[in-house]
């Protein structure tokens, strides 16, 4: 295939990845259309708006609509390379859900001509680039090895810092052929900065989920850690300090489990395909998604009164941002409704979440609204706002009982103050009580020394 003859690039799917590449490929130079089945999407880029909150991932979209070079539109057209960014999550089973994928090839294969470059960025299980992709432009009429070079080539992108990840992070580029690869090398090498390294693509789609099962098994390793600590009567976080100063030891920071696009469904893909080989995958998925579970039953154990009222802080699953994709804040309400409990949730940034069985409920913006009279208060996302709070902001509520699962409050002026603060990894009260005169006192010479 001819190797710079990419003037022209169809974006399929403008959504977290899609559209922030989108806009990048027009600051570069290229001619680009975004393609999208969500109307809303379309209408909002085509008033000259950007549909996603993060600051700088905006400012360069209505920089490229303003150029000229971009537009949105329901429809593929023919273009010289493809990108597609479409989500692939798991269904209710935990199997891959490829129909986005599908979709989205088999309604751009009709306008992919002969000497295209077409690229997979959607996480995806191995053998999906030539089992989908390849096979649908195969069923178009189309040689994937002859007459178009087929590539895969994972996104890798931190929410709040999209932009700076797609430009300098390093990108695996599989190719079904290795001239495939080197002109996939090419484009990427001609928009970021980081170095692209070519490979076959099954090996870079495998890539991509090891990365992410790497960093699930590691946050469950902590949130056993902290589970650990919280009957023995330590605090994790001093045992985790104590342990990282090993120079080849860095253990995760345990937390009310993990949230996003990548972490919580890729591993799924993995063990969907080698079920018995990723028994201990199995069991990190478990640990992480049941760790809210586990706050409430901590809670409960503090006497939170079933049926009770609960206050939650958090809906996003990362700090300051508003995305709130497999948010373990949806695994709490799911263990809530499930006990029977009443609850209002606030985020200063999310405005709805979606519940397990796909219903959609608004998120509070007034916090004092959400705390009060409520028996508990669950702190589940490390929004900055939140580290701030004083005594005086939960006063309102009618029980004086903290969850704080992302360990942010100065525990040591609520306690002052007559709360019970339930921190991930610190020990229970009744873990303290069993320790002698000389530990206990040990043991809460650290506590105010981290508080």
């Given at each position: 295939?001819p190797?710079?003859?990419?003037?022209?690039?169809?974006?399929?799917?403008?959504?977290?990845?899609?559209?922030?590449?989108?806009?990048?490929?027009t600051?570069?130079?290229y001619?680009?259309?975004g393609?999208?089945?969500?109307?809303?999407i379309?209408?909002c880029?085509?008033?000259?708006?950007?549909?996603l909150?993060?600051k700088?991932?905006?400012?360069?979209?209505?920089?490229?609509?303003?150029s000229?070079n971009?537009?949105a539109?329901?429809?593929?057209?023919?273009?010289?390379?493809?990108?597609?960014c479409?989500?692939?999550?798991?269904?209710?089973?935990?199997?891959?859900?490829?129909?986005?994928?599908?979709?989205?090839i088999r309604?751009?294969?009709?306008?992919?001509?002969?000497?295209?470059?077409?690229?997979?960025?959607?996480?995806?299980?191995?053998?999906?680039t030539?089992?989908?992709?390849?096979?649908?432009l195969?069923?178009?009429?189309?040689d994937?090895?002859?007459d178009?070079d087929?590539?895969?080539?994972?996104?890798?992108?931190f929410?709040?810092?999209?932009?700076?990840?797609i430009?300098?992070?390093?990108?695996?580029?599989?190719?079904?052929?290795?001239?495939?690869?080197?002109?996939?090398?090419?484009?990427?090498e001609?928009?970021?900065?980081g170095?692209?390294?070519?490979?076959?693509?099954?090996?870079?789609?495998?890539s991509?989920?090891?990365?992410?099962?790497?960093?699930?098994v590691n946050?469950?390793?902590?949130?056993?850690f902290?589970?650990?600590?919280?009957?023995?009567?330590?605090?994790?976080?001093?045992?985790?300090?104590?342990?990282?100063?090993?120079p080849r030891v860095?253990?995760h920071?345990?937390?009310?489990?993990?949230?996003?696009h990548?972490?919580p469904?890729d591993?799924?893909f993995?063990?969907?395909?080698?079920?018995?080989?990723?028994?201990?995958?199995?069991?990190?998925?478990?640990?992480?998604?049941?760790?809210a579970?586990?706050l409430?039953?901590?809670?409960?154990a503090?006497k939170l009164?079933?049926?009770?009222k609960?206050?939650?802080?958090g809906?996003?699953?990362?700090?300051?941002?508003?995305?709130?994709?497999?948010?373990p804040?949806?695994?709490l309400l799911?263990?809530?409704?499930?006990?029977?409990?009443?609850?209002?949730?606030?985020?200063?940034?999310v405005?709805?979440?979606?519940l397990?069985?796909?219903?959609?409920?608004?998120?509070?913006s007034e916090?004092?609204?959400?705390?009060?009279?409520a028996?508990?208060?669950?702190?589940?996302?490390?929004?900055?706002?939140?580290?701030?709070?004083s005594?005086?902001?939960?006063?309102?509520?009618?029980?004086?009982?903290?969850?704080?699962?992302?360990?942010?409050?100065?525990?040591?002026?609520?306690?002052?103050?007559g709360f019970?603060?339930?921190?991930?990894g610190a020990?229970?009260?009744?873990?303290i009580e069993?320790l002698?005169?000389?530990?206990?006192?040990?043991?809460l010479?650290?506590?105010?020394?981290?508080?």
């Amino acid at each position: 295939m001819p190797k710079n003859t990419i003037n022209s690039v169809s974006v399929v799917g403008l959504g977290y990845v899609g559209l922030p590449t989108a806009a990048l490929l027009t600051r570069a130079g290229y001619k680009v259309r975004g393609i999208d089945v969500n109307q809303d999407i379309i209408d909002c880029l085509n008033r000259g708006e950007c549909p996603l909150g993060e600051k700088e991932v905006a400012e360069i979209v209505v920089e490229a609509l303003h150029s000229g070079n971009f537009e949105a539109s329901l429809t593929p057209t023919t273009a010289d390379a493809f990108v597609i960014c479409v989500p692939t999550p798991v269904r209710g089973d935990k199997s891959p859900d490829l129909s986005m994928v599908r979709a989205a090839i088999r309604a751009t294969a009709p306008v992919v001509q002969r000497g295209a470059l077409v690229i997979l960025e959607s996480t995806s299980p191995i053998g999906t680039t030539r089992n989908v992709i390849a096979a649908e432009l195969a069923a178009a009429g189309l040689d994937p090895e002859k007459d178009v070079d087929v590539c895969y080539c994972p996104e890798r992108v931190f929410p709040g810092a999209t932009v700076r990840e797609i430009l300098n992070n390093d990108r695996v580029v599989g190719g079904l052929t290795q001239g495939a690869a080197e002109r996939a090398k090419l484009f990427y090498e001609s928009f970021c900065n980081g170095v692209p390294v070519t490979t076959t693509a099954e090996n870079a789609e495998y890539s991509k989920l090891m990365e992410n099962t790497f960093r699930d098994v590691n946050i469950a390793l902590a949130n056993v850690f902290a589970r650990i600590a919280e009957g023995a009567g330590v605090d994790v976080q001093e045992v985790i300090m104590l342990a990282n100063r090993h120079p080849r030891v860095n253990v995760h920071t345990p937390g009310p489990g993990v949230g996003g696009h990548c972490i919580p469904v890729d591993p799924w893909f993995l063990i969907d395909a080698a079920p018995a080989a990723s028994r201990l995958l199995l069991d990190s998925r478990n640990i992480n998604d049941g760790q809210a579970e586990w706050l409430l039953n901590r809670a409960e154990a503090s006497k939170l009164p079933r049926g009770g009222k609960v206050a939650i802080l958090g809906a996003a699953y990362r700090g300051d941002l508003d995305d709130a994709r497999e948010s373990p804040t949806e695994n709490l309400l799911s263990a809530l409704e499930e006990r029977g409990y009443k609850w209002s949730l606030h985020d200063p940034f999310v405005t709805k979440i979606n519940l397990h069985g796909g219903a959609e409920v608004s998120v509070h913006s007034e916090l004092s609204v959400v705390l009060r009279d409520a028996d508990a208060a669950f702190i589940m996302t490390d929004h900055s706002a939140y580290r701030a709070l004083s005594v005086e902001a939960f006063e309102v509520m009618k029980e004086r009982l903290i969850i704080d699962g992302r360990r942010m409050l100065h525990k040591n002026s609520f306690l002052e103050a007559g709360f019970t603060v339930i921190g991930t990894g610190a020990p229970t009260s009744e873990s303290i009580e069993g320790l002698d005169v000389e530990q206990k006192a040990a043991h809460l010479k650290v506590v105010s020394s981290n508080s």
